[in-house]
């Protein structure tokens, strides 16, 4: 990964280096506002993040995917998990402006963990509605007692194998979705697949997010794959997570922004 980074700071740009007006305002005004971002929803996310990571309680975990960067044992503290498994705060609140900024009715949530990211896309757009699927059993009880004591109404959990949830809960949809976060199954062949179930879903102003994107050799070859595919009018590779959008009058382009 340490290759990947150098390689990204040496041909990432910042707002001088676009020339898609779509994605100027984006940049400068969500990706990295020039006014610094202080919503009153970060504080109580923030102060939950901080009770994970000094809890001490054990759980046992039913790991169906790759990508959770803890070791192989079934039971972990619930503290390992958000310090590994989180996204860190700063991502956060970058999905929660753009959840701001798109108001999606409609978010999927591949990979729930404890739910502190899902609070993000939650609380950015209360009017919406996030469901959020996740594989084991015990990280979802956590999760939907976190919505709960922060008076997050706007989450639904799936609970299941996202191979089998997937294709069930895009089909409850009515036809579209208008945003999604992959953050499940960090491998090839399950992440091109997810991406590809969701495809038929998608509208003009979709916005698909893709977690750690260059997490490893296999998670790169999915962005590539990803990048290419004929459906997909522009990216913005952030290193940590990449951008998706589907607008057919955008010039097909790839960005690398520094985030």
């Known amino acids: 990964m340490i290759l990947h980074y150098l390689k990204y700071l040496l041909r990432s740009g910042n ?3 676009i020339h898609s007006p779509f994605l100027f ?17 970060y504080t109580p996310i923030q102060r939950l993040r901080r009770q994970l990571l000094r809890s001490r309680e054990t759980i046992r975990v039913l790991d169906l995917g790759a990508g959770s960067r803890v070791d192989g044992s079934d039971r972990r503290q619930v503290s390992r998990i958000a310090r590994n498994a989180e996204k860190p705060a700063k991502f956060g609140k970058l999905f929660h402006r753009l959840v701001r900024r798109y108001q999606p ?13 899902t609070m993000y896309f939650a609380k950015g757009y209360p009017s919406g509605r996030v469901l959020t699927l996740e594989g084991c059993p015990e990280t979802a009880r956590i999760a939907q007692e976190n919505f709960a004591a922060l008076g997050v109404e706007n989450v639904e959990v799936i609970l299941g194998n996202i191979d089998t949830t997937l294709p069930g809960t895009l089909q409850s949809l009515n036809g579209k979705v208008d945003l999604v976060f992959f953050d499940a199954n960090h491998r090839y062949e399950p992440t091109v697949r997810y991406f ?6 998608v509208h003009n102003d979709t916005l698909f997010i893709f977690d750690d994107i260059y997490w490893s050799d296999e998670m790169v070859r999915a962005w590539a794959y990803i990048k290419d595919h004929p459906q997909v009018r522009l990216t913005v590779d952030l290193f ?20």
């Open 15 to 17: 707002e001088h280096a």
């Open 196 to 201: 590809e179930t969701c495809l038929p879903y």
């Open 105 to 117: 009715t409609t978010t999927l949530e591949l990979g729930t963990s404890l739910g502190v990211t």
């Open 25 to 41: 305002e984006l940049y400068t005004q969500v990706i990295r506002p020039r006014q610094k971002d202080q919503h009153p929803d």
């Open 240 to 259: 940590w997570i990449g951008l998706v959008f589907f607008r057919k009058e955008q010039a097909k382009e790839d960005f690398t922004l520094r985030f």
